[in-house]
């Protein structure tokens, strides 16, 4: 089992940067996937953000967030970072930090089934 662990969430303006943290541990963590961040805004469903997969460094965006957020690893940490600039209160969420199993290709993992493993998440809230 793989336990992940966000930090970094908090309130800021409009305009401001977040740095959001997922660690991971457990049974398997050094193994390469793909690890995303997902958010949910109340009321909506959670929805993909960014993804990377930890052997190629491949990386996949939304096109809400492309040009803002970056989504980077460290793997000798085992932590994956997503950057957050130019933050807009559309972006006010809960973000989770998530990774797939190692025969998930990250390239076609959009949706939330394609992930095992969910951290408890990190809330991000964006004021005008």
């Known amino acids: 089992q793989v336990q992940l662990v966000e930090s970094g969430g908090g309130s800021v303006q409009a305009g ?25 805004a109340p009321g909506k469903e959670r929805e993909g953000v960014a993804r990377i997969h930890t052997d190629s460094g491949s990386t996949y965006y939304a096109d809400s967030v492309k040009g803002r957020f970056t989504i ?7 932590t994956v970072y997503l950057q957050l600039n130019s933050l807009k209160p559309v972006d006010t969420a809960m973000y989770y930090c998530a990774a797939a199993r190692p025969d998930i290709y990250c390239s076609g993992a959009r949706a939330v089934s394609a992930f095992t493993y969910w951290g408890q998440g990190t809330q991000v809230t964006v004021s005008s």
């Not at 401001?16 to 949910?40: D, K, N, P």
């Not at 980077?72 to 085992?78: V, Y």
């Open 16 to 40: 401001e940067s977040l740095r959001l943290t997922c660690t991971a541990s457990g049974y398997g963590v050094s193994r390469r996937r793909c690890m995303g961040w997902f958010r949910q």
């Open 72 to 78: 980077s690893r460290d793997d000798a940490k085992n």
